[in-house]
């Protein structure tokens, strides 16, 4: 408390909070709750407001939530799991943004969604849209180069000859979200479905992630946020 840290000036209240809060624009009504150790509880949950639920262990605060908050509909239900994906995905695909893409490049170049996907018609045939190449070494620890064909790129040459906006798709997927957002917000390359998750990215401190980073770099505090993002909407 006596530090000159950010927690010790806030545990000894020499750092003041916000002035005014935000207040609630409605209440979710819980009413009779009586799942496990809840007895008949009645609560307003505040809605447009970050809220918490303490209590000691055992007392039905996981009931409360899961069993009665979680469960209706119009209700987003976002745990601490793990989002899961492989070295192939991004948050481009994650998220959803690749296939507003996908579209949008075949209909400016009147072509077939299917080649701007590295996993699907337009993958490079050396490295099979993995942008390396994996090297097993037997008993030693595998090698992995970067793909002499696509140079890390993923996709076939003929596919990074088609264009939305000035960019290929190689280009686009290499755009942070924060650039992505007026990439796909304006112009020949307005796209109103990424610029969405884009914009949503960047709402949650996601917006140096590049669109095509693989999913296996992110830490898992990104992760978590890009989970978010992705409900979001």
């Known amino acids: 408390r006596a530090s000159g840290s950010l927690t010790g000036r806030h545990l000894s209240d020499r750092t003041p909070l916000k002035p005014k809060v935000r207040k609630p624009k409605g209440v979710l009504e819980v009413r009779g709750a009586t799942t496990n150790n809840l007895q008949g509880v009645d609560v307003n949950i505040p809605l447009g407001v970050v809220v918490a639920v303490t209590g000691v262990a055992g007392s039905g605060k996981s009931s409360l939530i899961h069993g009665h908050v979680a469960v209706r509909e119009g209700v987003v239900a976002i745990d601490q799991a793990a989002i899961k994906g492989s070295r192939r995905s991004n948050p481009a695909t994650y998220t959803g943004l690749l296939d507003s893409v996908r579209s949008a490049f075949a209909k400016a170049n009147g072509v077939k969604p299917a080649l701007f996907s590295a996993n699907s018609e337009g993958a490079c045939p050396a490295c099979n849209g993995a942008g390396v190449i994996y090297t097993d070494l037997g008993m030693m620890a595998g090698v992995t180069t970067v793909c002499e064909e696509c140079g890390g790129k993923r996709f076939q040459a003929a596919v990074l000859e088609y264009r939305l906006g ?7 997927l290499d755009l942070p ?14 796209v109103k479905a990424a610029f969405e998750i884009a914009g949503r990215m960047v709402d949650v401190g996601l917006g140096y992630l590049r669109l095509g980073q693989p999913l296996t770099t992110l830490s898992g505090g990104e992760r978590q946020r890009l989970k978010l993002a992705t409900h979001m909407g």
């Open 166 to 172: 000035g960019l290929n798709i190689a280009e686009v």
């Open 177 to 190: 979200a924060s650039e992505a957002v007026g990439f796909f917000g304006a112009g020949d390359a307005k």
